[in-house]
């Protein structure tokens, strides 16, 4: 019995700081301007070169994305 409440406090801090990291990380994405320059530099960084046609598009998606999300 004297490891029941230890245990049960760990699953609980765990389960309410995964759900607080996942609500801190929506709210951060949201925040997130699309800077044409820092989805290039993203994507350079990943190896990816895009055109002005393809960083529309990534634009377009991320901005769909966001209203889904909310």
């Given at each position: 019995?004297?490891?029941?409440?230890?245990?049960?406090?760990?699953?609980?801090?765990?389960?309410?700081?995964?759900?607080?990291g996942?609500?801190?990380?929506?709210?951060?994405?949201?925040?997130?301007?699309?800077?044409p320059?820092?989805?290039?530099?993203?994507?350079?960084?990943?190896?990816?070169?895009?055109?002005?046609?393809?960083l529309?598009?990534?634009?377009?998606?991320?901005?769909?994305?966001?209203?889904?999300?909310?």
């Amino acid at each position: 019995m004297e490891f029941l409440i230890p245990v049960l406090t760990f699953i609980g801090g765990a389960v309410l700081g995964f759900f607080g990291g996942v609500f801190y990380l929506r709210k951060q994405f949201a925040r997130m301007q699309m800077d044409p320059q820092q989805l290039q530099r993203i994507a350079r960084s990943m190896g990816i070169h895009l055109n002005q046609k393809q960083l529309n598009q990534v634009q377009q998606l991320m901005k769909n994305w966001h209203k889904k999300k909310r």
